[in-house]
Protein backbone atom coordinates (compact mmCIF):
# COMPACT_ATOMS: atom_id res chain seq x y z
CA UNK A 1 0.00 0.00 0.00
CA UNK A 2 1.05 3.57 -0.89
CA UNK A 3 -0.04 4.07 2.66
CA UNK A 4 2.91 3.34 4.08
CA UNK A 5 5.38 4.65 1.84
CA UNK A 6 5.73 7.59 3.75
CA UNK A 7 8.28 10.17 1.95
CA UNK A 8 9.89 13.76 2.91
CA UNK A 9 9.69 16.25 0.51
CA UNK A 10 13.81 15.97 0.08
CA UNK A 11 13.02 12.59 -0.32
CA UNK A 12 15.28 11.10 2.55
CA UNK A 13 13.46 8.22 3.83
CA UNK A 14 13.65 4.89 5.43
CA UNK A 15 12.93 3.33 2.54
CA UNK A 16 15.29 5.28 0.27
CA UNK A 17 18.24 4.72 2.45
CA UNK A 18 17.22 0.86 2.64
CA UNK A 19 17.36 1.03 -1.05
CA UNK A 20 20.83 2.59 -1.36
CA UNK A 21 22.25 0.46 1.14
CA UNK A 22 20.66 -2.58 -0.98
CA UNK A 23 21.85 -1.27 -3.79
CA UNK A 24 25.57 -0.44 -2.72
CA UNK A 25 25.32 -4.08 -1.68
CA UNK A 26 23.96 -5.25 -4.96
CA UNK A 27 26.94 -3.57 -6.85
CA UNK A 28 29.59 -5.13 -4.46
CA UNK A 29 28.12 -8.91 -5.19
CA UNK A 30 28.38 -7.95 -8.89
CA UNK A 31 24.29 -8.39 -9.10
CA UNK A 32 22.14 -6.16 -11.74
CA UNK A 33 20.21 -4.14 -10.31
CA UNK A 34 16.93 -3.11 -12.47
CA UNK A 35 15.90 0.13 -13.58
CA UNK A 36 12.90 0.47 -10.72
CA UNK A 37 15.80 -0.16 -7.97
CA UNK A 38 18.47 1.92 -9.75
CA UNK A 39 20.09 4.51 -7.57
CA UNK A 40 18.57 7.77 -8.02
CA UNK A 41 20.89 9.18 -10.70
CA UNK A 42 19.46 12.75 -11.81
CA UNK A 43 18.10 13.32 -15.00
CA UNK A 44 19.17 16.11 -17.58
CA UNK A 45 16.32 18.23 -19.20
CA UNK A 46 17.33 20.32 -22.04
CA UNK A 47 15.02 23.66 -23.19
CA UNK A 48 15.58 24.53 -26.62
CA UNK A 49 14.40 28.62 -26.56
CA UNK A 50 15.67 28.47 -30.19
CA UNK A 51 12.87 27.03 -31.77
CA UNK A 52 9.90 28.20 -30.46
CA UNK A 53 6.34 26.60 -31.24
CA UNK A 54 3.00 27.46 -31.15
CA UNK A 55 1.41 29.39 -28.85
CA UNK A 56 -0.40 27.70 -25.85
CA UNK A 57 -4.16 28.76 -25.97
CA UNK A 58 -5.28 30.38 -22.58
CA UNK A 59 -8.38 28.26 -23.60
CA UNK A 60 -6.64 24.94 -22.93
CA UNK A 61 -7.36 25.82 -19.59
CA UNK A 62 -11.38 25.92 -19.36
CA UNK A 63 -13.72 24.70 -16.93
CA UNK A 64 -16.93 23.30 -17.44
CA UNK A 65 -19.71 23.57 -15.48
CA UNK A 66 -23.24 21.17 -16.27
CA UNK A 67 -26.19 21.18 -14.63
CA UNK A 68 -25.44 18.05 -12.35
CA UNK A 69 -25.65 17.49 -8.58
CA UNK A 70 -24.09 20.20 -6.90
CA UNK A 71 -22.22 21.62 -9.68
CA UNK A 72 -24.00 24.76 -10.19
CA UNK A 73 -27.33 24.81 -7.85
CA UNK A 74 -24.92 25.05 -4.57
CA UNK A 75 -21.58 25.08 -6.50
CA UNK A 76 -21.98 28.74 -7.98
CA UNK A 77 -25.62 29.56 -7.19
CA UNK A 78 -27.01 29.71 -3.82
CA UNK A 79 -29.24 32.60 -4.59
CA UNK A 80 -29.39 36.34 -3.43
CA UNK A 81 -31.46 35.73 -0.01
CA UNK A 82 -28.98 33.16 0.93
CA UNK A 83 -26.87 33.45 4.02
CA UNK A 84 -23.44 32.32 2.04
CA UNK A 85 -21.60 35.43 0.80
CA UNK A 86 -22.91 36.31 -2.98
CA UNK A 87 -23.10 39.04 -5.32
CA UNK A 88 -26.46 38.84 -6.65
CA UNK A 89 -26.84 34.96 -6.06
CA UNK A 90 -23.02 33.76 -6.99
CA UNK A 91 -21.21 32.29 -4.11
CA UNK A 92 -17.79 35.29 -3.80
CA UNK A 93 -15.94 32.29 -2.38
CA UNK A 94 -16.23 30.55 -5.39
CA UNK A 95 -15.95 33.69 -7.69
CA UNK A 96 -12.40 34.63 -5.85
CA UNK A 97 -11.09 30.99 -6.35
CA UNK A 98 -12.01 31.13 -9.95
CA UNK A 99 -10.54 34.60 -10.52
CA UNK A 100 -7.04 33.37 -9.13
CA UNK A 101 -6.61 30.45 -11.91
CA UNK A 102 -7.91 32.68 -14.29
CA UNK A 103 -10.31 30.66 -16.09
CA UNK A 104 -10.51 31.83 -19.92
CA UNK A 105 -13.95 30.12 -20.44
CA UNK A 106 -16.89 28.04 -18.69
CA UNK A 107 -18.36 25.19 -20.91
CA UNK A 108 -22.34 25.34 -20.11
CA UNK A 109 -24.87 24.16 -19.88
CA UNK A 110 -24.01 20.60 -20.73
CA UNK A 111 -22.59 18.07 -21.31
CA UNK A 112 -25.57 16.05 -21.72
CA UNK A 113 -28.10 18.47 -20.15
CA UNK A 114 -27.38 20.74 -22.86
CA UNK A 115 -29.10 18.57 -25.69
CA UNK A 116 -32.55 18.98 -22.98
CA UNK A 117 -31.93 22.11 -22.57
CA UNK A 118 -34.76 24.93 -23.32
CA UNK A 119 -33.01 28.39 -22.87
CA UNK A 120 -36.46 30.15 -22.57
CA UNK A 121 -36.59 28.62 -19.56
CA UNK A 122 -34.42 30.53 -18.14
CA UNK A 123 -34.90 34.03 -18.74
CA UNK A 124 -37.22 36.29 -16.59
CA UNK A 125 -37.81 37.34 -13.69
CA UNK A 126 -36.93 34.03 -11.20
CA UNK A 127 -39.65 33.55 -9.57
CA UNK A 128 -42.03 32.70 -12.76
CA UNK A 129 -39.69 30.44 -14.18
CA UNK A 130 -40.95 26.71 -14.52
CA UNK A 131 -39.52 23.96 -12.47
CA UNK A 132 -37.88 21.09 -15.35
CA UNK A 133 -36.61 17.81 -14.41
CA UNK A 134 -32.85 16.77 -15.39
CA UNK A 135 -33.60 12.76 -16.46
CA UNK A 136 -30.14 13.02 -16.79
CA UNK A 137 -28.55 13.24 -13.45
CA UNK A 138 -30.55 11.73 -11.14
CA UNK A 139 -33.90 12.90 -11.99
CA UNK A 140 -33.85 16.05 -10.25
CA UNK A 141 -36.14 18.80 -10.21
CA UNK A 142 -34.22 21.66 -12.28
CA UNK A 143 -35.41 25.32 -11.23
CA UNK A 144 -34.37 27.11 -13.94
CA UNK A 145 -33.19 29.69 -11.59
CA UNK A 146 -29.58 29.98 -12.78
CA UNK A 147 -30.00 30.78 -16.65
CA UNK A 148 -28.71 32.66 -19.28
CA UNK A 149 -28.53 36.13 -17.61
CA UNK A 150 -27.06 34.48 -14.12
CA UNK A 151 -24.57 32.40 -16.58
CA UNK A 152 -23.35 35.41 -18.02
CA UNK A 153 -23.31 37.56 -14.95
CA UNK A 154 -21.22 34.50 -13.19
CA UNK A 155 -18.36 34.32 -15.52
CA UNK A 156 -18.34 38.28 -16.03
CA UNK A 157 -17.66 38.52 -12.49
CA UNK A 158 -14.94 35.48 -12.50
CA UNK A 159 -13.31 37.27 -15.53
CA UNK A 160 -14.07 34.13 -18.18
CA UNK A 161 -15.44 34.06 -21.51
CA UNK A 162 -18.53 32.10 -22.23
CA UNK A 163 -18.46 28.50 -24.23
CA UNK A 164 -22.17 27.79 -24.93
CA UNK A 165 -23.49 24.50 -26.00
CA UNK A 166 -26.76 24.64 -28.47
CA UNK A 167 -29.67 21.78 -28.20
CA UNK A 168 -29.32 20.13 -31.24
CA UNK A 169 -30.53 16.31 -29.00
CA UNK A 170 -34.04 17.88 -28.15
CA UNK A 171 -34.32 21.30 -29.68
CA UNK A 172 -34.60 22.67 -33.02
CA UNK A 173 -32.78 24.91 -35.05
CA UNK A 174 -34.97 28.25 -34.67
CA UNK A 175 -35.01 27.39 -31.03
CA UNK A 176 -30.94 27.96 -30.95
CA UNK A 177 -31.08 30.47 -33.74
CA UNK A 178 -33.40 32.68 -31.04
CA UNK A 179 -30.86 31.76 -28.68
CA UNK A 180 -28.09 33.65 -30.73
CA UNK A 181 -30.02 36.05 -31.47
CA UNK A 182 -31.41 37.01 -28.12
CA UNK A 183 -27.61 36.56 -26.53
CA UNK A 184 -26.10 38.47 -29.43
CA UNK A 185 -28.01 41.20 -31.64
CA UNK A 186 -27.48 44.52 -31.20
CA UNK A 187 -30.41 45.72 -33.42
CA UNK A 188 -33.65 46.34 -31.51
CA UNK A 189 -35.50 43.01 -32.36
CA UNK A 190 -38.12 41.62 -30.58
CA UNK A 191 -35.60 39.32 -28.99
CA UNK A 192 -33.07 42.30 -28.06
CA UNK A 193 -35.77 44.37 -26.10
CA UNK A 194 -36.83 41.19 -24.06
CA UNK A 195 -33.02 40.91 -23.31
CA UNK A 196 -33.20 44.16 -22.57
CA UNK A 197 -36.13 43.95 -20.27
CA UNK A 198 -34.69 41.31 -18.54
CA UNK A 199 -31.87 43.30 -17.71
CA UNK A 200 -28.61 43.13 -20.68
CA UNK A 201 -29.90 46.07 -23.34
CA UNK A 202 -25.86 45.18 -24.59
CA UNK A 203 -25.20 42.18 -26.67
CA UNK A 204 -23.55 39.17 -25.05
CA UNK A 205 -20.21 37.84 -25.90
CA UNK A 206 -20.36 34.41 -27.64
CA UNK A 207 -16.73 33.23 -28.39
CA UNK A 208 -17.16 29.69 -28.51
CA UNK A 209 -20.69 27.71 -29.58
CA UNK A 210 -20.50 23.87 -29.10
CA UNK A 211 -22.91 22.78 -31.87
CA UNK A 212 -24.67 19.69 -29.29
CA UNK A 213 -22.89 17.24 -27.09
CA UNK A 214 -22.22 13.78 -28.02
CA UNK A 215 -24.62 13.23 -30.11
CA UNK A 216 -23.49 9.89 -31.02
CA UNK A 217 -24.68 9.09 -27.02
CA UNK A 218 -26.51 10.97 -24.47
CA UNK A 219 -27.25 13.66 -27.72
CA UNK A 220 -29.56 11.55 -29.73
CA UNK A 221 -27.78 8.08 -30.89
CA UNK A 222 -27.28 10.02 -34.18
CA UNK A 223 -25.14 8.31 -36.86
CA UNK A 224 -22.09 10.42 -38.09
CA UNK A 225 -24.03 11.04 -41.24
CA UNK A 226 -27.14 11.95 -39.23
CA UNK A 227 -25.11 14.66 -37.55
CA UNK A 228 -23.24 15.93 -40.34
CA UNK A 229 -26.24 17.00 -41.79
CA UNK A 230 -27.59 18.49 -38.31
CA UNK A 231 -24.24 20.51 -38.05
CA UNK A 232 -24.84 21.81 -41.14
CA UNK A 233 -28.64 23.43 -40.57
CA UNK A 234 -27.42 24.52 -37.13
CA UNK A 235 -23.68 26.09 -38.40
CA UNK A 236 -26.02 28.07 -40.94
CA UNK A 237 -28.54 29.47 -38.48
CA UNK A 238 -26.99 29.80 -34.88
CA UNK A 239 -25.49 33.43 -36.17
CA UNK A 240 -23.58 35.75 -34.27
CA UNK A 241 -24.58 39.34 -34.37
CA UNK A 242 -21.69 40.71 -32.44
CA UNK A 243 -20.00 42.83 -35.00
CA UNK A 244 -17.15 43.08 -32.00
CA UNK A 245 -16.36 39.58 -31.93
CA UNK A 246 -15.63 36.23 -33.53
CA UNK A 247 -17.17 33.32 -32.88
CA UNK A 248 -16.11 29.48 -33.16
CA UNK A 249 -18.81 27.10 -33.99
CA UNK A 250 -17.15 23.31 -32.35
CA UNK A 251 -19.01 20.43 -34.11
CA UNK A 252 -18.95 17.33 -31.88
CA UNK A 253 -16.46 14.80 -32.59
CA UNK A 254 -14.88 11.65 -31.44
CA UNK A 255 -15.37 9.72 -28.46
CA UNK A 256 -12.15 8.42 -26.91
CA UNK A 257 -10.51 6.26 -30.27
CA UNK A 258 -14.49 6.06 -32.35
CA UNK A 259 -12.95 7.73 -35.63
CA UNK A 260 -16.27 7.53 -37.53
CA UNK A 261 -17.17 11.73 -36.38
CA UNK A 262 -13.57 12.43 -36.64
CA UNK A 263 -13.95 11.20 -40.76
CA UNK A 264 -17.36 12.66 -41.27
CA UNK A 265 -17.27 15.92 -40.02
CA UNK A 266 -13.93 16.65 -41.50
CA UNK A 267 -14.64 14.97 -44.88
CA UNK A 268 -18.02 17.42 -45.03
CA UNK A 269 -15.84 20.18 -43.67
CA UNK A 270 -13.63 19.92 -46.93
CA UNK A 271 -16.22 19.51 -48.84
CA UNK A 272 -18.35 22.80 -47.45
CA UNK A 273 -19.73 25.08 -49.40
CA UNK A 274 -20.05 28.56 -48.29
CA UNK A 275 -23.46 27.80 -46.65
CA UNK A 276 -22.16 26.64 -43.44
CA UNK A 277 -18.65 26.28 -41.47
CA UNK A 278 -16.72 24.84 -37.92
CA UNK A 279 -13.53 26.40 -36.46
CA UNK A 280 -13.22 23.58 -34.48
CA UNK A 281 -14.13 19.51 -33.63
CA UNK A 282 -14.54 18.53 -29.87
CA UNK A 283 -12.71 15.33 -28.24
CA UNK A 284 -14.46 13.62 -25.14
CA UNK A 285 -12.01 11.13 -23.38
CA UNK A 286 -12.44 10.73 -19.63
CA UNK A 287 -9.15 9.01 -17.42
CA UNK A 288 -10.83 5.63 -16.79
CA UNK A 289 -9.81 2.06 -16.14
CA UNK A 290 -13.27 0.45 -17.47
CA UNK A 291 -16.68 1.50 -17.41
CA UNK A 292 -18.53 2.26 -15.41
CA UNK A 293 -16.02 4.13 -13.47
CA UNK A 294 -15.49 1.98 -10.16
CA UNK A 295 -11.99 3.20 -9.00
CA UNK A 296 -11.89 5.20 -5.63
CA UNK A 297 -11.04 8.59 -5.47
CA UNK A 298 -9.06 8.36 -1.86
CA UNK A 299 -8.10 5.30 -0.28
CA UNK A 300 -6.30 3.68 -2.80
CA UNK A 301 -3.35 1.58 -3.48
CA UNK A 302 -0.21 2.56 -5.91
CA UNK A 303 -1.96 -0.61 -8.23
CA UNK A 304 -4.65 2.30 -9.15
CA UNK A 305 -2.33 4.67 -9.11
CA UNK A 306 -0.17 3.51 -11.73
CA UNK A 307 -3.27 1.96 -13.85
CA UNK A 308 -5.12 5.59 -14.12
CA UNK A 309 -1.91 7.09 -14.46
CA UNK A 310 -1.23 4.74 -17.86
CA UNK A 311 -5.15 5.69 -18.34
CA UNK A 312 -4.46 8.94 -18.47
CA UNK A 313 -1.57 8.74 -20.81
CA UNK A 314 -3.80 7.66 -23.43
CA UNK A 315 -4.87 11.50 -24.56
CA UNK A 316 -1.25 11.37 -26.27
CA UNK A 317 -3.16 8.18 -29.09
CA UNK A 318 -6.14 10.03 -29.11
CA UNK A 319 -4.17 13.42 -29.91
CA UNK A 320 -2.43 11.57 -32.12
CA UNK A 321 -5.23 9.38 -34.39
CA UNK A 322 -7.71 11.72 -34.21
CA UNK A 323 -4.99 15.02 -35.08
CA UNK A 324 -3.75 12.56 -38.30
CA UNK A 325 -7.47 12.45 -39.66
CA UNK A 326 -8.08 16.71 -39.50
CA UNK A 327 -4.14 16.83 -40.81
CA UNK A 328 -5.88 14.53 -43.89
CA UNK A 329 -8.32 16.93 -44.31
CA UNK A 330 -6.76 20.26 -42.59
CA UNK A 331 -3.21 20.24 -43.04
CA UNK A 332 -3.22 24.33 -42.42
CA UNK A 333 -5.22 22.88 -38.65
CA UNK A 334 -7.67 25.72 -39.18
CA UNK A 335 -10.09 23.73 -37.49
CA UNK A 336 -9.09 23.47 -33.88
CA UNK A 337 -9.57 20.46 -31.85
CA UNK A 338 -11.68 21.17 -28.79
CA UNK A 339 -11.07 18.64 -25.90
CA UNK A 340 -14.53 19.97 -24.00
CA UNK A 341 -14.81 17.12 -21.90
CA UNK A 342 -11.10 15.45 -19.53
CA UNK A 343 -10.55 14.53 -16.55
CA UNK A 344 -10.22 11.37 -14.00
CA UNK A 345 -13.68 9.96 -13.68
CA UNK A 346 -13.76 7.77 -10.47
CA UNK A 347 -16.71 5.54 -8.18
CA UNK A 348 -18.71 8.47 -6.27
CA UNK A 349 -18.27 9.33 -3.03
CA UNK A 350 -20.66 6.96 -0.42
CA UNK A 351 -23.67 8.27 0.13
CA UNK A 352 -24.19 11.22 -2.03
CA UNK A 353 -26.49 10.80 -4.71
CA UNK A 354 -26.77 8.89 -7.78
CA UNK A 355 -26.05 10.90 -10.92
CA UNK A 356 -24.59 13.61 -8.79
CA UNK A 357 -20.99 12.33 -9.46
CA UNK A 358 -19.25 13.69 -6.59
CA UNK A 359 -15.76 12.07 -5.85
CA UNK A 360 -12.88 13.21 -3.96
CA UNK A 361 -9.49 15.19 -5.49
CA UNK A 362 -5.99 13.05 -4.34
CA UNK A 363 -3.04 14.08 -5.13
CA UNK A 364 -2.75 11.51 -8.01
CA UNK A 365 -5.83 13.73 -9.50
CA UNK A 366 -2.91 16.66 -9.63
CA UNK A 367 -0.37 14.38 -11.69
CA UNK A 368 -3.18 13.47 -13.79
CA UNK A 369 -3.77 17.08 -14.55
CA UNK A 370 -0.07 17.89 -15.04
CA UNK A 371 0.04 15.44 -17.85
CA UNK A 372 -3.07 16.25 -19.49
CA UNK A 373 -2.07 20.14 -19.87
CA UNK A 374 1.23 19.06 -20.70
CA UNK A 375 -0.38 16.84 -23.76
CA UNK A 376 -2.52 19.74 -24.84
CA UNK A 377 0.47 22.19 -24.43
CA UNK A 378 2.64 19.64 -27.13
CA UNK A 379 -0.67 19.80 -29.37
CA UNK A 380 -1.00 23.34 -29.09
CA UNK A 381 -0.51 24.21 -32.67
CA UNK A 382 -4.12 21.63 -32.87
CA UNK A 383 -5.53 21.71 -29.43
CA UNK A 384 -6.93 25.21 -28.70
CA UNK A 385 -9.72 24.63 -26.44
CA UNK A 386 -10.05 22.22 -23.36
CA UNK A 387 -12.29 21.90 -20.74
CA UNK A 388 -11.93 20.02 -17.38
CA UNK A 389 -14.89 18.30 -16.00
CA UNK A 390 -16.04 19.69 -13.92
CA UNK A 391 -15.39 22.80 -12.16
CA UNK A 392 -17.31 22.25 -8.42
CA UNK A 393 -18.64 19.51 -6.29
CA UNK A 394 -19.22 17.43 -9.65
CA UNK A 395 -15.75 15.03 -11.30
CA UNK A 396 -12.59 15.81 -10.89
CA UNK A 397 -13.34 18.85 -9.67
CA UNK A 398 -11.12 22.19 -9.09
CA UNK A 399 -13.28 23.09 -5.89
CA UNK A 400 -15.35 21.58 -3.37
CA UNK A 401 -18.20 23.18 -1.23
CA UNK A 402 -20.28 22.46 1.91
CA UNK A 403 -22.83 25.35 2.95
CA UNK A 404 -20.65 28.10 3.50
CA UNK A 405 -17.55 26.14 3.62
CA UNK A 406 -14.73 25.94 0.78
CA UNK A 407 -12.03 23.15 -0.29
CA UNK A 408 -9.61 23.71 -2.86
CA UNK A 409 -8.29 20.43 -4.54
CA UNK A 410 -5.07 19.34 -5.70
CA UNK A 411 -6.31 19.75 -8.96
CA UNK A 412 -7.02 23.36 -8.24
CA UNK A 413 -3.52 23.69 -7.48
CA UNK A 414 -1.96 22.52 -10.43
CA UNK A 415 -4.34 25.16 -13.00
CA UNK A 416 -3.01 27.88 -10.20
CA UNK A 417 0.83 26.95 -10.53
CA UNK A 418 0.22 26.33 -14.60
CA UNK A 419 -1.63 30.06 -15.02
CA UNK A 420 1.80 31.41 -16.58
CA UNK A 421 1.58 29.02 -19.75
CA UNK A 422 -1.81 30.88 -20.43
CA UNK A 423 -0.66 32.11 -23.97
CA UNK A 424 2.92 31.73 -23.29
CA UNK A 425 4.94 30.30 -26.29
CA UNK A 426 5.75 26.41 -26.72
CA UNK A 427 9.60 25.54 -26.28
CA UNK A 428 10.75 22.02 -26.74
CA UNK A 429 12.23 19.75 -24.43
CA UNK A 430 14.45 17.26 -24.58
CA UNK A 431 15.01 14.57 -22.15
CA UNK A 432 15.46 10.86 -21.09
CA UNK A 433 12.34 10.47 -19.23
CA UNK A 434 13.41 6.89 -17.27
CA UNK A 435 11.36 4.87 -16.01
CA UNK A 436 8.44 4.30 -13.26
CA UNK A 437 7.55 0.66 -13.35
CA UNK A 438 4.72 -0.87 -10.71
CA UNK A 439 3.62 -4.84 -11.73
CA UNK A 440 3.82 -4.91 -15.17
CA UNK A 441 3.03 -1.02 -15.92
CA UNK A 442 5.77 0.77 -17.03
CA UNK A 443 5.45 4.65 -17.25
CA UNK A 444 8.20 7.46 -18.45
CA UNK A 445 9.56 8.68 -14.48
CA UNK A 446 9.25 12.38 -15.49
CA UNK A 447 7.21 14.69 -17.76
CA UNK A 448 8.26 18.26 -18.54
CA UNK A 449 7.34 20.97 -20.38
CA UNK A 450 8.73 24.43 -21.04
CA UNK A 451 7.29 27.95 -22.43
CA UNK A 452 8.07 31.62 -22.93
CA UNK A 453 5.57 33.75 -21.67
CA UNK A 454 3.56 36.66 -22.65
CA UNK A 455 6.37 38.99 -20.64
CA UNK A 456 9.13 37.18 -22.27
CA UNK A 457 10.33 34.61 -18.79
CA UNK A 458 11.07 31.15 -19.20
CA UNK A 459 8.68 28.41 -17.40
CA UNK A 460 9.40 24.97 -16.80
CA UNK A 461 6.90 22.51 -15.66
CA UNK A 462 8.11 19.48 -14.26
CA UNK A 463 6.18 16.20 -12.94
CA UNK A 464 7.60 13.64 -11.03
CA UNK A 465 5.20 10.29 -12.01
CA UNK A 466 7.27 7.37 -9.79
CA UNK A 467 5.06 7.00 -6.39
CA UNK A 468 8.03 6.19 -4.58
CA UNK A 469 10.97 7.97 -5.18
CA UNK A 470 12.10 11.07 -5.47
CA UNK A 471 13.84 12.50 -8.73
CA UNK A 472 16.86 15.36 -9.06
CA UNK A 473 16.12 17.58 -12.26
CA UNK A 474 18.87 19.53 -14.08
CA UNK A 475 17.55 21.63 -16.35
CA UNK A 476 19.52 23.59 -19.01
CA UNK A 477 18.41 26.87 -21.54
CA UNK A 478 21.42 26.08 -24.15
CA UNK A 479 21.44 29.36 -25.75
CA UNK A 480 18.59 31.20 -23.96
CA UNK A 481 19.02 34.17 -21.79
CA UNK A 482 21.52 33.30 -18.29
CA UNK A 483 19.53 32.06 -15.60
CA UNK A 484 20.78 33.80 -12.33
CA UNK A 485 17.62 32.43 -10.06
CA UNK A 486 15.08 30.05 -10.65
CA UNK A 487 11.46 30.24 -7.92
CA UNK A 488 8.39 28.65 -8.14
CA UNK A 489 6.09 26.33 -6.66
CA UNK A 490 6.00 22.22 -5.64
CA UNK A 491 2.91 20.74 -5.24
CA UNK A 492 3.77 17.60 -3.24
CA UNK A 493 1.63 15.34 -0.46
CA UNK A 494 2.56 12.44 1.99
CA UNK A 495 0.69 10.07 0.26
CA UNK A 496 -0.49 9.52 -3.43
CA UNK A 497 -3.82 9.41 -2.31
CA UNK A 498 -3.98 12.41 0.10
CA UNK A 499 -6.75 14.86 -0.37
CA UNK A 500 -8.43 18.31 1.17
CA UNK A 501 -11.50 17.66 2.72
CA UNK A 502 -13.62 20.32 5.36
CA UNK A 503 -11.84 18.81 8.16
CA UNK A 504 -8.24 19.22 6.95
CA UNK A 505 -8.39 21.40 3.88
CA UNK A 506 -4.61 22.33 3.31
CA UNK A 507 -3.32 18.82 3.75
CA UNK A 508 -2.11 19.09 -0.22
CA UNK A 509 -1.22 22.58 -0.95
CA UNK A 510 2.10 24.50 -3.04
CA UNK A 511 4.95 25.32 -1.31
CA UNK A 512 7.64 27.95 -2.72
CA UNK A 513 10.14 26.49 -4.22
CA UNK A 514 14.15 27.92 -4.65
CA UNK A 515 16.07 26.15 -7.31
CA UNK A 516 19.48 25.71 -7.03
CA UNK A 517 21.05 27.54 -9.68
CA UNK A 518 24.68 27.37 -10.86
CA UNK A 519 26.45 27.86 -13.80
CA UNK A 520 23.74 28.54 -15.42
CA UNK A 521 21.40 25.04 -15.21
CA UNK A 522 19.10 24.68 -12.34
CA UNK A 523 19.34 21.65 -10.03
CA UNK A 524 15.70 20.33 -8.58
CA UNK A 525 14.68 17.56 -6.33
CA UNK A 526 10.69 16.66 -6.98
CA UNK A 527 9.18 14.40 -4.49
CA UNK A 528 7.14 11.59 -5.56
CA UNK A 529 4.52 11.76 -7.75
CA UNK A 530 4.71 15.65 -7.69
CA UNK A 531 4.41 18.46 -9.50
CA UNK A 532 6.51 21.76 -9.56
CA UNK A 533 6.33 24.63 -12.07
CA UNK A 534 9.36 27.41 -11.79
CA UNK A 535 10.22 30.10 -13.70
CA UNK A 536 13.59 31.24 -14.45
CA UNK A 537 15.05 34.51 -14.14
O1 LIG B 1 -19.36 15.21 -17.54
C1 LIG B 1 -20.40 14.32 -17.35
C2 LIG B 1 -20.98 13.82 -18.66
O2 LIG B 1 -20.03 13.09 -19.35
C3 LIG B 1 -21.44 14.86 -19.66
O3 LIG B 1 -22.70 15.34 -19.40
C4 LIG B 1 -21.40 14.10 -20.94
O4 LIG B 1 -21.20 14.95 -22.04
C5 LIG B 1 -20.31 13.08 -20.74
O5 LIG B 1 -20.68 11.84 -21.12
Redo the contacts with the bound molecule.
Keep these: MIRSRLFSTKGITVRNIVRAILGAAAVLCGINVTPAFAADESIQISVDAAKPGARIDRHIFGQ ?1 A ?1 H ?1 GRGVYEGVWVGPDSKIPNTRGIRNDVVAALKAIKVPNVRWP ?4 ADEYHWRNGIGPRDKRPATLNP ?1 WGGVIEPNTFGTHEFFDFIDQIGAEAYLSINVGSGTAAEAADWLEYLTTPQPTALQKQRAANGHPEPFRVPILGIG ?2 NW ?2 GGSMTPEYYVDQLKVYARYSRNYNPDQKMRRIAVGPDTADTSYTEAVMAAWKNKTWAWDIEGLSL ?1 Y ?1 TVVKWPPAYKSFGFGEKEYAELIQSTRRMYDLLKTHGDIMDKYDPEKKVALSVD ?1 WGVWLAKIPDTPEGF ?1 EQQNSQRDAVIASLNINAFARHADRVKIANI ?2 MVN ?2 QAMIFTREEKLVLTPTYHVFRMYVPFQDATFLPVSFDAGKYVHGSIELPRVDAIAAKATDGKVWVALTNLDANRPVTLNVAVPGGAKVNRARGEILSAPKVDSVNSFEAPEVVKPRALNARVSGGKITVTLAPASVAVIGLE
Excluded at 110 to 113: A, I, L, S, T
Design positions: FELGGCFNNEGCHYELAQVL
